[in-house]
């Protein structure tokens, strides 16, 4: 494989746009990727999109469509969906496409609208699969995953309410920061431990809210990516991962688990995790701040351990501690994370592609991690998903 | 056409539990090779390499509770609303087989409800629709409750 990086990344701003389509949405992501990266449309050589499950037969097939409204040049297209990975997924295509030899340039896109509130059950009734069953049979929502997990951390580790509501409040001081965050507000951990009740352990501030929006990256050979404006950041490793058998988490759509494991927790975001590591041939020690999936702030614990910054019921201690924090040890989720922009499913993991790429250009502003060299990126899906990306400057 | 003047009961969905039945149980799979088990049936697990044929196997009906949570709304169809809705609590039962499954709570208030406590499955209504008819679900109360018919 040969060195290639990032050469522009953009962005749809995250919100709820009802007057427009996901289309609308993609091609701006589109059009700033391409600003960035001082590049036409017709430097594109292969493109790979995130499918838009709630977008119809041409959500299925979004990158033609893309394609069309740019004007289409008969390059190679794929479209992919890996849940809530997808997007970090389609910048591993893109990655491979062109770290492969095949092509020298490749844009990876996500692009994503989602009706409002909990996101709902898809697909025909079948009484045989869990993940109608789940729906059918209990109401038991993606958050009520969420917080059963969260429960067993609570009573594993002694993780409190209080450190729950730490996460929220860490990832909205940094939102604050953050020009293009959604949510601008700074909580008080009492402000989120008096906010509703969702899922028990978890309340309203403790997860994320759905939204759309739209991201793309763009990925260049680096001996060509002198031919362009846009500041390189290359990219040191990219990770995907499924779940390892024995793994005890009640994975998101099951209805079962083994009690005991004899595998990590979220093993599929561990996998995606280390296959980053061994690509890039460094180490958890060695990044200097980190885009996790906050889809609640069980997740942002967790996440601290899966991806190896410390060991098992010690990311409390990093919260407490203010590691997480920019100026702190390890800086998590300096854009403000999902918690302060929502998630866009099929597109968030671009979004935090986009955050590596800015912070390691030294170009975050007042949200700046200093020294900033390596940035990991790390999105997961229900059903068994995750991708993990790493780049360095 | 008799007229219909007793609720009629429903499974909310088919295969999943035996019913009708006294000592209802949930309907599983395992691995007659590797051993792996799991539920519902139709979502084998294998371990790595194993390419054994899998049979249905019927779960204990007792556990204990490892988490839960409790849930302050209704989610969307195809779940079927209770009326009128009150928040309600889902568990995750350790069984014996060594996997544990989620299901509703019931028979206690969720105050009461304590990691570790014993329970077993009964199927119980979840919802009913306009006509009356009553949808069963599988839940879990504890081992101590009797039922109050």
């Known amino acids: 494989m040969r060195q290639v990086a990032v050469i522009g990344v953009g962005a749809h701003p995250w919100g709820k746009f009802e007057d427009k389509t996901f289309l609308d949405l993609g091609v701006v992501a589109v059009r700033n990727a391409l600003k960035d990266a001082g590049m036409e449309w017709t430097d594109i050589q292969a493109l790979v999109s995130g499918l838009v499950v709630f977008g119809g037969n041409t959500g299925f097939n979004p990158g033609q469509t893309l394609a069309a409204v740019m004007g289409e040049t008969g390059i190679p297209v794929t479209n992919i969906w890996n849940m809530c990975a997808t997007a970090t997924s389609a910048f591993r295509t ?32 079948d009484d045989r699969q869990s993940e109608y069953l789940r729906w059918r049979m209990m109401g038991l929502s993606n958050p009520g995953y969420w917080a059963m997990e969260c429960r067993k951390r609570m009573i594993k580790y002694g993780t409190t309410e209080r450190h729950l509501a730490k996460a929220k409040v860490a990832c909205s001081k940094h939102a604050v920061l953050n020009p293009a965050a959604l949510y601008k507000k700074i909580y008080t951990e009492e402000e989120v431990m008096n906010s509703p009740a969702v899922c028990e352990p978890l309340r309203l501030y403790n997860i994320c809210a759905t939204r759309d929006g739209a991201a793309a990256a763009i990925i260049c050979s680096m001996e060509k990516t002198k031919k362009f404006t846009g500041k390189p950041i290359k990219v040191a490793g990219v990770g995907l991962g499924s779940s390892l058998y024995g793994d005890p988490t009640l994975r998101l759509g099951y209805l079962s688990c083994p009690t005991e494991g004899t595998a990590p927790i979220l093993s599929e975001s561990y996998m995606s995790a280390r296959m980053a590591y061994d690509l890039a041939g460094i180490g958890p020690e060695d990044i200097d701040f980190v885009e996790v999936p906050d ?6 614990l967790q996440y601290l351990e899966t991806m190896g910054f410390c060991g098992p019921g010690e990311a409390d201690r990093m919260l407490d501690e203010g590691q997480t924090m920019i100026g702190g040890k390890l800086p ?20 935090q592609v986009a955050e590596l790429v800015t912070q390691l250009r030294g170009e975050a502003g007042d949200r700046q991690v200093d020294n900033a060299k390596v940035g990991m990126a790390q999105t997961y899906g229900m059903l068994g998903n995750s991708a993990a990306v790493i780049l360095n400057r | 056409m008799r007229a219909v003047d007793e609720n009629k009961q429903i499974p909310a969905a088919k295969g999943v539990f035996t019913w009708p039945s006294d000592n209802p149980q949930l309907i599983g799979g395992k691995c007659r090779e590797c051993g792996a088990i799991f539920f519902p049936r139709y979502l084998p697990f294998h371990k790595p390499n194993c390419q054994g044929q899998t049979e249905e196997v019927l779960l204990s009906r007792r556990g204990k509770l490892e988490s839960f949570t409790i849930q302050h709304y209704a989610s969307p169809p195809p779940f079927i609303k209770p009326e009128p809705f009150v928040p309600y609590a889902v568990g995750l039962i350790s069984l014996q087989e060594g996997i544990s499954v989620a299901g509703m709570l019931t028979g206690m208030k969720t105050d009461d409800i304590q990691i570790g406590m014993e329970l077993e499955l009964i199927i119980e209504k979840m919802a009913e629709d306009q006509d009356g008819n009553e949808y069963l679900t599988w839940k879990f109360r504890p081992v101590s409750k009797q039922p109050h018919e």
């Open chain 1, 332 to 351: 998590v989720c300096p854009s403000g994370g999902a918690s302060s922009f929502g998630e866009a499913v099929a597109a968030q993991g671009l979004l």
């Open chain 1, 94 to 125: 893109a990655y491979n496409i062109v770290a492969s030899g095949e092509r020298d340039t490749c844009m990876a896109v996500g692009l994503d609208m989602s009706p409002r509130g909990f996101l709902p059950a898809l697909g025909a009734p």
């Open chain 1, 295 to 300: 889809n609640s702030s069980w997740h942002y």
